[in-house]
């Protein structure tokens, strides 16, 4: 994921490895296969133009390629499309237990107690144990800088006038903050160079991310 924010779609291991057994479970039924056909197809669009392994560009292009030049397309964030993989697990796992559930009551219709309780505590065990890594943790934050006399005694006043503005090593970005957080708490008191921008910018019209 491109941030703290973006990784939602988080599964892990025992997650997965339940999903492959509710399959199993359930191979003859057609929502098993609709809900596995369409978070396969989601799960490869997400990896990009570029898989990526353990943020390191493979050189390996991704299946996102054959869509990343086209209108609309262009502008989705293909890392984003993993969370359409999140409902399609939790569908795998309804229809996995449902059919676990069902082979227990089976079993204690069948004078077998003792086996339908015990597929009932395995079920709520795996499932219990492919869902603790997927606890939220807290997202790490810190203070932001303490601002410089530069901005809070007006000290940019001297050297911004009207029609000017101040230039940050390195450009605002969305990456890089300082610069508009600096402007924002001077109440816009000036502009700056560069800054996080979603709208038209390119030469053909075309929105662009930053400032043109």
């Not at 009551?105 to 309780?117: F, I, K």
């Amino acid at each position: 994921a491109q941030g703290p924010a973006e990784e939602n779609s988080f599964l892990g291991w025992p997650l997965l490895l339940m999903c492959v057994v509710a399959v199993a479970l359930t191979w003859r039924r057609a929502v098993t296969w609709a809900l596995l056909a369409v978070g396969v197809v989601f799960a490869a669009l997400s990896l990009g133009p570029e898989i990526v392994l353990n943020g390191n560009p493979t050189g390996v292009p991704g299946p996102w390629r054959w869509l990343a030049e086209l209108p609309v397309f262009d502008a989705v964030v293909p890392t984003r499309l993993a969370l359409i993989v999140v409902p399609v697990t939790a569908g795998l796992l309804a229809v996995g237990a449902d059919r676990a559930l069902a082979l227990a009551r089976a079993r204690s219709r069948a004078g077998e107690e003792s086996t339908g309780t015990m597929l009932r505590i395995a079920t709520a065990g795996a499932l219990a144990v492919a869902l603790v890594p997927l606890v939220p943790r807290w997202i790490p934050a810190v203070d932001t800088p303490r601002l410089p006399t530069f901005v809070t005694d007006g000290g940019y006043r001297a050297y911004a006038p009207p029609g000017t503005s101040i230039v940050f090593a390195p450009l605002p970005t969305n990456i890089h903050l300082t610069g508009m957080r600096w402007a924002a708490r001077s109440g816009l008191g000036f502009a700056i160079a560069g800054g996080y921008f979603l709208g038209p910018g390119a030469e053909d019209g075309r929105a662009v991310f930053n400032a043109p």
